[in-house]
């Protein structure tokens, strides 16, 4: 099959541009960018000579159909709610890396992305696709967050043993500076981030309703959460650490009990012995890493997960989307061994 990627040209795009370049079942379709049409990928990424040396060329919602058999839209959000109407109104398929289509009430999308939703109609048709938990089906797939990726995988094992208690939830993500994208910044400048660490978008983080309306298909108790967010000074990667209090009783084996769910998804690899992950054991994959341990003088449970916020957290889960969807092997095209050191 062959794939259009439209925001070609961001940090996501490109890593599509990689993962799509070894997929033996896909190829690169059409290339499109708003800003930068008018050269190769090749000359704009020079990384990708005698590699990949297609045109960028301005979006064409038109040509994209005619040429491709899906599209990949690797746009920052507030784009790509208002492209993908063409699309679905003819069937055709898409995988929507932003943000726009993730969350089911309208009014939660403006409260925390500050941008006027798409309609209901095509919000209610988006499949909320991690593929660990949910049933990948229909045209239209809307690819989770990066952090809620990672927050969501190390809470639903718990949350479904009913081992925690809800209201104790605290989580704290810690991302690389790729994960802001490619817009320079004052809070992404290199004299800011260099050995140095911020906090940001305090209670106000757009992942905040992802995570809990995923995790309210699982209890609708859960209401609200704690979760902060920190740029550290590395390229990529995110490290999420859950603090919650366990219900009385909860021991570690049950807890072990509760992550063995994972042993039948290939990407997510739970740590044995008390061991827990570091970033670099997952960069350049598509693994997310698990590794916890249990304080039983105060019932506190820590998890952490390490995931690559450019594949686990963006293209290469939506190429695992595409696997499912497409009927192919989950793991297709994404066995890459992690970059070590």
């Given at each position: 099959?062959?794939?259009?990627?439209?925001?070609?040209t961001?940090?996501?795009?490109?890593?599509?541009?990689?993962?799509?370049?070894?997929?033996?079942?896909?190829?690169?379709?059409?290339?499109?960018?708003?800003?930068?049409?008018?050269?190769?990928?090749?000359?704009?990424?020079?990384?990708?000579?005698?590699?990949?040396?297609?045109?960028?060329?301005?979006?064409?919602?038109?040509?994209?159909?005619?040429?491709?058999?899906?599209?990949?839209?690797?746009?920052?959000?507030?784009?790509?709610?208002?492209?993908?109407h063409?699309?679905?109104?003819?069937?055709?398929?898409?995988?929507?890396l932003?943000?726009?289509?993730?969350?089911?009430?309208?009014?939660?999308?403006q409260?925390?992305?500050?941008?006027?939703?798409?309609?209901?109609?095509?919000?209610?048709?988006?499949?909320?696709?991690?593929?660990?938990?949910?049933?990948?089906?229909?045209?239209?797939?809307?690819?989770?967050?990066?952090?809620?990726?990672a927050?969501?995988?190390?809470?639903?094992?718990?949350?479904?043993?009913?081992?925690?208690?809800?209201?104790?939830?605290?989580?704290?993500?810690?991302?690389?500076?790729?994960?802001?994208?490619?817009?320079?910044?004052?809070?992404?400048?290199?004299?800011?981030?260099?050995?140095?660490?911020?906090?940001?978008?305090?209670?106000?983080?757009?992942?905040?309703?992802?995570?809990?309306?995923?995790?309210?298909?699982?209890?609708?108790?859960?209401?609200?959460?704690?979760?902060?967010?920190?740029?550290?000074?590395?390229?990529?990667?995110?490290?999420?650490?859950?603090?919650?209090?366990?219900?009385?009783?909860?021991?570690n084996?049950?807890?072990?009990?509760?992550?063995?769910?994972?042993?039948?998804k290939?990407?997510?690899?739970?740590?044995?012995?008390?061991?827990?992950?570091?970033?670099?054991?997952?960069?350049?994959?598509?693994?997310?890493?698990?590794?916890f341990?249990?304080?039983?003088?105060?019932?506190?449970?820590?998890?952490?997960?390490?995931?690559?916020?450019?594949?686990?957290?963006?293209?290469?889960?939506?190429?695992?989307?595409?696997?499912?969807?497409?009927?192919?092997?989950?793991?297709?095209?994404?066995?890459?061994?992690?970059?070590?050191?």
């Amino acid at each position: 099959m062959k794939a259009a990627i439209v925001g070609v040209t961001g940090y996501t795009g490109i890593e599509l541009v990689r993962l799509i370049h070894q997929h033996p079942s896909l190829t690169l379709g059409t290339l499109h960018s708003h800003s930068m049409h008018k050269n190769s990928i090749s000359e704009l990424y020079p990384h990708l000579q005698q590699l990949c040396g297609q045109e960028v060329e301005a979006y064409d919602a038109e040509k994209i159909m005619k040429n491709n058999d899906l599209v990949f839209f690797a746009t920052p959000s507030g784009i790509s709610k208002d492209l993908v109407h063409e699309f679905v109104a003819k069937d055709f398929p898409v995988i929507d890396l932003s943000g726009d289509l993730r969350l089911k009430d309208l009014e939660s999308y403006q409260r925390w992305y500050k941008k006027e939703p798409t309609t209901q109609e095509i919000v209610d048709q988006a499949v909320y696709a991690l593929p660990e938990f949910s049933p990948i089906k229909g045209n239209l797939l809307s690819n989770p967050g990066c952090y809620a990726t990672a927050a969501i995988l190390s809470l639903v094992p718990l949350i479904q043993a009913q081992l925690i208690a809800l209201d104790t939830i605290i989580l704290d993500g810690k991302s690389g500076l790729s994960g802001a994208g490619k817009q320079l910044s004052d809070s992404s400048h290199y004299v800011t981030v260099d050995e140095n660490m911020t906090m940001y978008k305090l209670n106000q983080h757009q992942h905040i309703p992802e995570i809990i309306q995923y995790l309210q298909s699982f209890d609708a108790d859960l209401t609200t959460l704690q979760f902060t967010t920190s740029l550290i000074p590395i390229k990529r990667g995110i490290f999420m650490t859950l603090y919650a209090k366990v219900k009385e009783g909860v021991t570690n084996e049950q807890i072990q009990q509760a992550f063995d769910v994972y042993q039948t998804k290939p990407f997510v690899r739970v740590q044995s012995n008390g061991r827990l992950p570091e970033l670099r054991q997952v960069t350049g994959t598509n693994f997310c890493d698990i590794g916890f341990g249990l304080n039983e003088e105060n019932q506190t449970l820590t998890v952490v997960a390490v995931i690559d916020n450019l594949m686990k957290g963006a293209a290469g889960q939506a190429i695992q989307n595409f696997n499912l969807w497409a009927g192919l092997d989950e793991t297709c095209g994404l066995t890459q061994v992690p970059l070590f050191p």
